[in-house]
């Protein structure tokens, strides 16, 4: 029987940047990952937990913790399945609270 190998998983994300952050909530965003079979979505950690998932190139977390530095990293799901590794650490530090 021959056996096919596995196609590639896809590259990890890379670009990473702040794009805004107020005292709740930080926004990021990188580089579309370019695949052959197409990316279904993008898992976005914080602090090494999965904090959600977004099909675009962008992730606006919130009900974070004013004037914390939070880590962000992020990998690529493949339409079929295969995951990429993560990107590089991200510090986000979120705006210090008014008052």
């Known amino acids: ?14 670009g ?14 990188w ?24 099909t675009t190139a962008s992730f606006k977390d919130t ?3 004013g004037d914390t530095t939070y880590t962000y990293k992020v990998k690529a799901i493949a339409n079929n399945g295969l995951e990429s590794e993560f990107s590089v650490d991200l510090p986000a530090k979120t705006t210090p609270s008014a008052g």
Request: charged content about 15%.
């Open 16 to 29: 990473l940047k702040v794009d805004s952050t107020t005292v709740t909530t930080a926004t990021i965003s």
């Open 63 to 65: 009900g974070l913790t």
């Open 1 to 14: 029987m021959l056996k096919l190998p596995l196609p590639n998983p896809p590259p990890a994300p890379t």
């Open 31 to 54: 580089d579309p990952v370019v695949y052959d079979g197409g990316i279904r979505e993008y898992q976005v950690y914080r602090n090494g937990s999965s904090v959600g998932t977004s």
